[in-house]
């Protein structure tokens, strides 16, 4: 996902706006939930330069599929994130608040969107998604889906009190 931005030179002001769609790239998403690998993300970017480098900022929109973390059905989604980042040209030295490694660059006159919309994308998706907030899940003990059986429960006795519970039987013998 490398993009030249050779016609933007070293101009302070020279803008131009980039709207394509890209393949995504692999493990781009979270265990549970994330952006299919080869499928469509529309960008709608706008690449400006600016004394330090490049500036990169736009949304970003893909479709989101996983399953949700109650009741494992099958959830897809769009999601729009913003994007908003700094390549700097090459020997501008870096800001001291940030790592060197940190810092995007450009090189030999390209750069580099991929961990862009990486950080973009895998930080707004949920950890745990739901299909719904309300969404019940599945039993812990027999996995039925709780939706499908309201009233729906086990009777669990604690294993420390089955003793007593046998002295409370009607057909025991004294």
Same mark, same amino acid.
């Given at each position: &996902?490398?993009?030249?931005?050779?016609?933007?030179?070293?101009? %302070?002001?020279? &803008?131009?706006?980039?709207?394509?769609?890209? %393949?995504? +790239?692999?493990?781009?998403?979270?265990? !549970?939930?994330?952006?299919?690998?080869?499928?469509?993300?529309?960008?709608?970017?706008?690449?400006?330069?600016?004394?330090?480098?490049?500036?990169?900022?736009?949304?970003?929109?893909?479709?989101?599929?996983?399953?949700?973390?109650?009741? #494992?059905? %099958? #959830?897809?989604?769009?999601?729009?994130?913003?994007?908003?980042?700094?390549?700097?040209?090459?020997?501008?030295?870096?800001?001291?608040?940030?790592?060197?490694?940190?810092?995007?660059?450009?090189?030999? /006159?390209?750069?580099?969107?991929?961990?862009?919309?990486? /950080?973009?994308?895998?930080?707004? !998706? %949920?950890?745990?998604?739901?299909?719904?907030?309300?969404?019940?899940?599945?039993? +812990?003990?027999?996995?039925?889906?709780?939706?499908?059986?309201?009233?729906?429960?086990?009777?669990?006795?604690? +294993?420390?009190?089955?003793?007593?519970? /046998?002295?409370?039987?009607? /057909?025991?013998?004294?």
């Amino acid at each position: &996902m490398t993009i030249e931005v050779k016609d933007l030179g070293r101009s %302070p002001g020279t &803008m131009r706006t980039l709207r394509e769609h890209v %393949p995504a +790239p692999s493990d781009l998403g979270v265990a !549970l939930v994330g952006v299919q690998e080869g499928s469509d993300i529309e960008l709608d970017l706008r690449l400006e330069a600016v004394h330090e480098g490049i500036l990169v900022s736009g949304i970003a929109l893909a479709e989101v599929t996983g399953e949700c973390s109650r009741c #494992l059905d %099958p #959830l897809a989604y769009d999601l729009q994130v913003n994007v908003q980042e700094l390549f700097f040209y090459e020997g501008v030295q870096p800001l001291e608040q940030e790592d060197d490694e940190e810092q995007r660059r450009v090189e030999h /006159d390209h750069i580099d969107l991929e961990p862009v919309l990486r /950080d973009a994308v895998v930080t707004t !998706l %949920p950890f745990q998604p739901v299909c719904r907030e309300d969404c019940q899940g599945l039993c +812990p003990q027999c996995g039925v889906r709780l939706e499908d059986e309201p009233g729906h429960h086990h009777e669990v006795l604690d +294993p420390r009190w089955a003793a007593l519970a /046998d002295l409370a039987k009607p /057909d025991r013998q004294n």
